[in-house]
Each structure stands twice: as structure tokens, then as C-alpha cells.
């Protein structure tokens, strides 16, 4: 069974910085192109980043260009984002998912980042 649990969301003020984590289980993680996606209160899922299976391409959302960073450790089945400059607008559950942009599937349940003075 895949199971995919972020953790590391929170209040932050407006320019801090937060590092996301995503325990992957039950599937080969090492194979599989990884990704984030959030969704902002009363909006859809909006794709984040992504990462191909052995961390050398990422790809970022124009909105997070230049302030958030993807990467993995193959090892320790997990996937990051490091998350810099944060602003009000980046408020939202922050999901892991298994696949890329336009295939991902299986999420975790989330994790709440809120950005606020």
C-alpha cells in the first residue's frame, strides 16, 4: 500500500522559511518521479514542483520560482521542499504525490502552511 506522510507545515510570518517532508512508503520510491501540489482555502489543487527519480531535474511553478527548492534522499524514502521568502499568498495544505505534473495520483493527507503577521 502507498502511503505518503508530510509533515514539517506551520504559522510563519511573512519572509520566513519552512522545510516540508514527505515519508514515502510501499511502492519502489527510488523509481518514480515525485511531486508537490497545494491547495489554498476554497481552491484547487495548484502543482508545486517536481522531481525526477534520482534528484537531477526539477521543475518549479513560476509563482515559487527562485524561492522554494525540491529535492529527495533515495535512501531515506523521503521527499523536501524547502520553502524561502514565503508570502501570504503561498497559505495552503502542501501535498506529496506519487508521478509528475500531469500523472501524479496517490497523496498524503497534507500538511497546513500558513503565512501570516
Known amino acids: 500500500e502507498v502511503q505518503l506522510v508530510e509533515s514539517g507545515g506551520g504559522l510563519v510570518q511573512p519572509g520566513g522559511s519552512l522545510r516540508l517532508s514527505c515519508a514515502a512508503s510501499?511502492?519502489?520510491?527510488?523509481?518514480?518521479?515525485m511531486t508537490w501540489v497545494r491547495q489554498a482555502p476554497g481552491e484547487g489543487l495548484e502543482w508545486v514542483s517536481s522531481?525526477?527519480?534520482?534528484?537531477?531535474?526539477?521543475t518549479y511553478a513560476d509563482s515559487v520560482k527562485g524561492r522554494f527548492t525540491i529535492s529527495r534522499d533515495n535512501a531515506k524514502r523521503t521527499l523536501y521542499l524547502q520553502m524561502n521568502g514565503l508570502k501570504p499568498e503561498d497559505t495552503a495544505v502542501y501535498y506529496c504525490?506519487?508521478?509528475?505534473?500531469?500523472?501524479?495520483?496517490?497523496r498524503g493527507q497534507g500538511t497546513q502552511v500558513t503565512i501570516s503577521s
Open positions: 504525490a506519487k508521478g509528475g505534473k500531469f500523472s501524479y495520483g496517490n
Open positions: 522531481i525526477g527519480n534520482k534528484g537531477r531535474s526539477t
Open positions: 510501499g511502492f519502489p520510491f527510488g523509481s518514480y518521479v
